[in-house]
């Protein structure tokens, strides 16, 4: 049996328990009728392009994937964890099958960004019951107060990581499951070890997950990096914003998305 994450989190203990355990969950965002609109939009796309799972920058092709993770609720979660001035630097769906053996291992997602320091946090907002049967999100509470971790890559077709980056030898006794129904997500920042088990239940598990940083933080690894400012102010510009999309996959979004896709995954293999 695995322990669930126990919060408890009002609006004025959310700051307070996402620095002392690195993760907040579950945190509301969409009603279940905004979360299972989106999760139909976001399949008739897959029916007829492919795929959603890991298409990195999604708000650059999907006006609904845009809409989500600017949603108000969203950046008021951000703005109390991150502080005012908050930069969009990624969002992507990802998803396991029903009866897979897709699984996600021990990691710190800070240690493949190429980010200067680790003002930063990422959301993850499912679409799907997210819970233990469907290999929803696992976090190890506190880890994010070690720093990085030495990872590992391990090539396994089945880890949903692009490098399979693994941390080893993590004691699991303290880690917690972070259930969710569809509309709710978790917050964790990117030194906090999370995984996650395979989906054995009989529905997709989508999860949306998008990633804000300060607008201090720099790319180090690519100088072409876009990231755009959703709250506050920008005194740094060290980033070009990226064009959000204002439709479903069209042709120039897609023309500039797959520069922007190439480029972000170039910066993970050479993390
Ligand atoms: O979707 C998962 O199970 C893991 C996602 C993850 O590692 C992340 O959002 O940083």
């Keep these: 049996m695995h322990a669930i994450a126990q919060q408890n989190i009002t609006q004025t203990s959310l700051a307070a328990t996402y620095q002392r355990d690195g993760y907040a969950s579950p945190i509301s965002i969409l009603s279940t009728d905004?979360?299972?609109?989106?999760?139909?939009?976001?399949?008739?796309?897959?029916?007829?392009?492919?795929?959603?799972?890991?298409?990195?920058?999604?708000?650059?092709?999907?006006?609904?994937?845009?809409?989500?993770?600017?949603?108000?609720?969203?950046?008021?979660?951000?703005?109390q964890m991150l502080g005012p001035d908050i930069m969009l630097f990624d969002?992507?769906?990802?998803?396991?099958?029903?009866?897979?053996d897709s699984f996600v291992s021990w990691h710190q997602d800070l240690t493949y960004w190429g980010l200067s320091s680790d003002d930063q946090v990422s959301m993850w907002l499912a679409l799907?019951?997210?819970?233990?049967?469907s290999g929803c999100m696992r976090m190890l509470?506190?880890?994010?107060?070690?720093?990085?971790?030495?990872?590992?890559?391990?090539?396994?077709?089945?880890n949903v990581l692009f490098r399979g980056q693994s941390v080893k030898g993590v004691s699991e006794s303290g880690a917690v499951l972070c259930p969710l129904s569809p509309g709710e997500a978790s917050f964790h920042h990117g030194w906090t070890l999370h995984a996650s088990?395979?989906?054995?239940?009989?529905?997709?598990?989508?999860?949306l997950n998008a990633q804000f940083i300060a607008p201090s933080v720099r790319q180090l690894i690519n100088k072409n990096d876009t990231a755009t400012l959703v709250r506050g102010?920008?005194?740094?510009?060290?980033?070009?914003?990226?064009?959000?999309?204002?439709?479903?996959?069209?042709?120039?979004?897609?023309?500039?998305?797959?520069?922007?896709?190439?480029?972000?995954?170039?910066?993970?293999a050479n993390a």
Excluded at 40 to 59: I, Q
Excluded at 60 to 72: G, M, S
Excluded at 95 to 100: G, L, N, Q, R, S
Excluded at 197 to 207: F, K, L
């Design 233 to 268: 102010k920008d005194d740094y510009a060290y980033y070009q914003p990226d064009t959000f999309a204002t439709g479903v996959m069209e042709p120039a979004a897609l023309e500039r998305h797959a520069e922007l896709d190439r480029k972000r995954k170039e910066t993970w």
């Design 34 to 79: 905004e979360a299972q609109a989106h999760r139909a939009k976001m399949e008739a796309v897959e029916a007829e392009h492919g795929p959603l799972h890991y298409v990195t920058k999604a708000h650059t092709i999907l006006d609904f994937a845009a809409e989500a993770v600017t949603h108000p609720a969203v950046l008021d979660a951000v703005e």
């Design 197 to 207: 088990m395979p989906n054995a239940s009989d529905d997709r598990r989508i999860g």
């Design 128 to 133: 799907s019951p997210a819970n233990a049967d």
């Design 91 to 100: 969002s992507t769906y990802i998803v396991k099958e029903p009866h897979t």
């Design 141 to 158: 509470p506190g880890s994010h107060t070690q720093g990085q971790m030495d990872h590992e890559d391990n090539a396994d077709q089945n």
